[in-house]
T-cell receptor, first 112, second 112 residues
Framework: DAGVIQSPRHEVTEMGQEVTLRCKPI?????LFWYRQTMMRGLELLIY????????DSGMPEDRFSAKMPNASFSTLKIQPSEPRDSAVYFC??????????FGPGTRLTVL | QKEVEQNSGPLSVPEGAIASLNCTYS??????FFWYRQYSGKSPELIMF????GDKEDGRFTAQLNKASQYVSLLIRDSQPSDSATYLC????????????FGTGTRLQVFP
């Protein structure tokens, strides 16, 4: 298996623009997690899905953030409009049972 | 009090020594405990998990769990410069068995 796949790997955008991050989980994994990592706050869970259904979005910072999982092999995290404080590395992770999580390579987002 | 606490380090050890990384957690009912390694600019990688009190060994790595003291540790024997990374402790709470709660990580430096 190729592991968790994320795209793009790097994204540079200007404040106010829409940003869409993409994730393909490991085939057969029922759980998908979106995390954000910054030096100041460490690794934060934003939202997670079980069987394509959002279970807990309490970590989503505000309404500018949204996430979808239209099928078992694809998820998106969207930021609209983006702000400089959204600059971070965004990781997607997947898990078979919710415990052992496998992370993708991450998307480094810079909002100017 | 943070749910999962780690000393940020850096912890510096000479090559060949034992590195001891520590983690405490606040939820006494926590069930599962994980150690992730994260190299600079890379994603977290699962290296160990432990569910029961005591020690669990895997190669040069030993995870130790003491639920009474709410303490989990990771020992790295015969430390190598390639072990230099940030080590993240993660815990699954009794209240939500789908979510990993991460500490902020300890940076380990192994010098030749």
């Amino acid at each position: 298996d190729a592991g968790v796949i994320q795209s793009p790997r790097h994204e540079v955008t200007e404040m106010g623009q829409e940003v869409t991050l993409r994730c393909k989980p490991i085939s057969g994994h029922d759980y998908l997690f979106w995390y954000r990592q910054t030096m100041m706050r460490g690794l934060e869970l934003l939202i997670y899905f079980n069987n394509n259904v959002p279970i807990d979005d309490s970590g989503m910072p505000e309404d500018r953030f949204s996430a979808k999982m239209p099928n078992a092999s694809f998820s998106t995290l969207k930021i609209q409009p983006s702000e400089p404080r959204d600059s971070a590395v965004y990781f997607c992770a997947s898990s078979l049972l919710g415990d052992e999580q496998f992370f993708g390579p991450g998307t480094r987002l810079t909002v100017l | 009090q943070k749910e999962v606490e780690q000393n940020s380090g850096p912890l510096s050890v000479p090559e060949g020594a034992i590195a001891s990384l520590n983690c405490t957690y606040s939820d006494r009912g926590s069930q599962s405990f994980f150690w992730y390694r994260q190299y600079s600019g890379k994603s977290p990688e699962l290296i160990m998990f432990i569910y029961s009190n005591g020690d669990k060994e895997d190669g040069r790595f030993t995870a130790q769990l003491n639920k009474a003291s709410q303490y989990v540790s990771l020992l790295i024997r015969d430390s190598q410069p390639s072990d230099s990374a940030t080590y993240l402790c993660a815990v699954i709470s009794q209240y939500n068995t789908d979510k990993l709660i991460f500490g902020t990580g300890t940076r380990l430096q192994v010098f030749p």
